[in-house]
């Protein structure tokens, strides 16, 4: 899990592999630190890597999710798997978050605005 300023504005959350109950803590610990830190109002969470992802994975991105709003700041996501995505749609979490198809799609709908 790396980040990185894509625009001024924005800031990349990249995920990649399993995010699950044996690493949800370190992963909403670095996303935490990511939203904290980072100056910048809009998180966009890549998760073109991510294999799968479970409940404390689910819970974790929640209280990312919970945390930018209660900073102001936008989290949204991008480049997820159909797998994981099913994950999202089950819960109806794609209904709480911004799930983009790609970084291009994110970046559209923020010209857009």
């Known amino acids: 899990m790396s980040s990185k300023t894509l ?40 998760m073109k890597e991510v294999e799968f992802m479970d409940s404390a994975g689910l819970m974790a991105m929640i209280k990312g999710f919970r945390l930018a709003q209660s900073l102001n700041k936008r989290l949204s996501i991008c480049s997820v798997n159909p797998s994981v995505r099913m994950v999202f749609e089950l819960t109806q979490l794609d209904e709480v978050f911004e799930i983009f198809e790609n970084r291009d799609a994110f970046e559209a709908a923020l010209a857009v605005n």
């Open 7 to 46: 625009y001024p504005e924005i800031t990349i959350f990249k995920v990649r592999g399993y995010v699950s109950a044996a690493n949800a803590t370190q992963f909403l610990e670095q996303l935490t630190t990511a939203i904290k830190t980072e100056t910048n109002s809009i998180l966009l969470v890549d």
